[in-house]
């Protein structure tokens, strides 16, 4: 059986859907996934606040959209000196974070699919230009190269922003096949695109039924997690001097 009913994943594109009972769901979900998260040292923390934990605010769109979503993303500490390196103010005051400023992994729920998603939104700048500079590095590039290798086939990889898949994206089998992977990453601009990577499914995928989608839910953060920490940036991978690097030799090459 579906672990969301028919009704509720129409959600909420029809009006009288209970968004409550979703969350409720989610909320059940979150609290079984929790102690394997923290069991399996994957460094991922739900939103601080409960009350916000599941909301329906998603990163791959920075307008309303019909979803639930339970987001996992860097600690609060980590979180709010990362805002400060981008400019923010009274970070730390408010408590309020702001999760489009950040990589997280989100499950969401549309009226077409569940969706198990590494999301950096454009807002997420700080760590879009790390993840570019990294990747000037060839043997960084080995290595992002290699952390796809390891997922499923069926992964899909693309720019886009919506919480509704898109044409405009390669699948993991396609990617790594020849130059692909190289020339589709050169065209990604931070500030300006979304980067997402992440695994679709039809709410009537056997992978959904109410025996299994804890277990498929934790695989997918697990083979998604090396890729979230990949892209993170820390004190210990920080590769903003070779993202300057490239925009200043851009520059100089565009003048």
């Not at 959209?65 to 400019?87: I, K, N």
């Not at 570019?132 to 069926?154: A, C, M, V």
Request: net charge negative; proline share 4%.
């Amino acid at each position: 059986m579906f672990y969301f009913t028919t009704e509720q994943a129409t959600i909420p594109a029809v009006s009288g859907v209970d968004v409550q009972r979703i969350t409720g769901k989610f909320m059940d979900l979150h609290a079984a996934l929790l102690p394997r998260v923290r069991n399996h040292n994957l460094d991922l923390h739900p939103r601080w606040q409960k009350t916000s934990i599941v909301s329906q605010k998603s990163a791959a769109s920075l307008d309303d959209s019909d979803s639930v979503v339970l987001t996992y993303f860097r600690s609060q500490e980590a979180a709010e000196m990362v805002e400060r390196l981008m400019g923010k103010e009274n970070i730390g005051i408010s408590k309020d974070v702001d999760t489009y400023c950040h990589p997280v992994i989100e499950m969401r729920l549309t009226p077409e699919h569940f969706v198990i998603e590494l999301v950096l939104s454009p807002k997420a700048w700080w760590d879009q230009q790390n993840f570019i500079g990294k990747l000037e590095l060839p043997q960084h590039r080995t290595t992002f190269r290699n952390l796809l290798r390891g997922l499923d086939r069926d992964y899909r990889l693309g720019f886009w922003g919506g919480t509704h898949l898109s044409d405009m994206h390669l699948t993991v089998n396609h990617l790594l096949y020849g130059r692909v992977l190289d020339e589709w990453m050169n065209t990604f601009s931070d500030r300006q695109d979304w980067l997402r990577i992440g695994k679709w499914y039809n709410h009537q995928d056997p992978e959904l039924d109410d025996a299994v989608i804890q277990n498929e839910t934790f695989n997918a953060l697990k083979a998604l997690h090396p890729l979230y920490n990949f892209i993170l940036w820390t004190s210990n991978n920080n590769f903003h001097d070779f993202y300057q690097k490239r925009t200043k030799y851009s520059t100089r090459v565009h003048a």
